[in-house]
């Protein structure tokens, strides 16, 4: 499917709400992968594919109109819903069992004094839909026990650099160039990982399989790397994307690089707050009214960040597995 850009995610999305058109699409792709019987297959997941698309439609649409009190609740059920959609496009047999049906992450019992959501962490547990869509979407393995602070996941998302800057004085983003299928990283971001340019080079390749060295000379001020394939923002760990300029960047600081698809991150954003929102409402309402912190500018710029992001996202990833 050709990506017009032109047009909202959800009208693109639109496109996959055929079931005679998903069905053709699915077998192909099963049969790309070798499955047994993928017109089947396709035949069984359809109906359910395009039902989980729309109710994913369904909720981030009603996010948009309702109260920022119960937002995060519908936008992370709607994720969960896009996130089983484009499952299904590469695994046929979801949910094989019941453990997968599990949101697959935790959070830790907050204190009722002094609490401060960017201080707070999430846990990924063994079975769930956090660990299987990390498998079947990812390939990551290994993702069970992990912890996460709400300020890491934060700051992997590039749109929240600003806030950053304004509210605590610290610059968290560097640009980087990618242009003609090269990707020009300046030679400072060395300096504050505390490597040579090539140690960094050497350490940046091992992170992401969409990269491969440039045979010619690096200019001295910049490091050159060429982009063997699609550079797909939805995955393209550790660089981060930011939508509206369509730019890449890397963390200032080596400790904040990650490896976590950002779709994921948002998985586990949004969990949290969705959990926060349910049962956290004494905290939360007077946050909301009382904006007596900083989490206040995070969080309401987060959930008006992922309201764009999380659908664009999904229409990617569909035209990287269906077309």
Not at 70 to 92: C, E, H, N, R
Not at 152 to 157: A, D, E, G, I, W
Not at 240 to 253: D, R
């Amino acid at each position: 499917m050709f990506i017009t850009m032109d047009l909202s995610p959800w009208e693109t999305l639109r496109s996959y709400h055929s079931t005679e058109t998903v069905q053709r699409r699915l077998q192909a792709n099963y049969h790309n992968l070798s499955l047994k019987n993928p017109s089947g297959l396709a035949y069984d997941n359809s109906y359910r594919f395009v039902y989980f698309l729309k109710h994913g439609e369904n909720f981030f649409k009603q996010a948009q109109s309702s109260p920022t009190a119960i937002q995060p609740i519908l936008l992370f059920y709607g994720l969960s819903q896009l996130l089983k959609a484009s499952t299904l496009s590469v695994d046929p047999e979801y949910p094989s069992t019941s453990s997968v049906l599990a949101h697959g992450v935790s959070s830790r019992k907050r204190k009722k004094q002094q609490y401060h959501f960017l201080k707070d962490e999430v846990k990924v547990q063994k079975n769930g839909l956090f660990s299987h869509v990390a498998f079947h979407l990812f390939h990551m393995k290994h993702t069970e026990f992990d912890k996460y602070s709400m300020d890491f996941l934060l700051s992997q998302v590039a749109e929240m650099k600003d806030l950053y800057l304004f509210h605590q004085n610290k610059s968290i983003l560097v640009d980087i160039k990618v242009e003609n299928a090269i990707m020009t990283i300046p030679t400072n971001i060395a300096d504050l990982y505390h490597m040579t340019p090539d140690r960094l080079k050497e350490y940046l390749l091992g992170l992401n399989s969409s990269l491969s060295p440039l045979q010619a000379e690096d200019h001295k001020e910049i490091i050159s790397l060429k982009v063997k394939g699609p550079l797909q923002p939805f995955s393209c760990a550790p660089y981060i994307f930011q939508l509206e300029k369509n730019t890449y960047s890397l963390p200032t600081s080596r400790d904040m690089l990650s490896t976590i698809p950002e779709l994921l991150i948002h998985y586990l954003i949004l969990y949290n707050l969705s959990m926060i929102s349910r049962y956290e409402t004494d905290w939360w309402y007077d946050l909301l009214l009382n904006t007596n912190s900083d989490d206040y500018p995070f969080i309401l710029r987060y959930l008006e960040v992922v309201k764009r992001k999380i659908p664009y996202y999904t229409q990617l990833f569909l035209q990287s597995t269906l077309g």
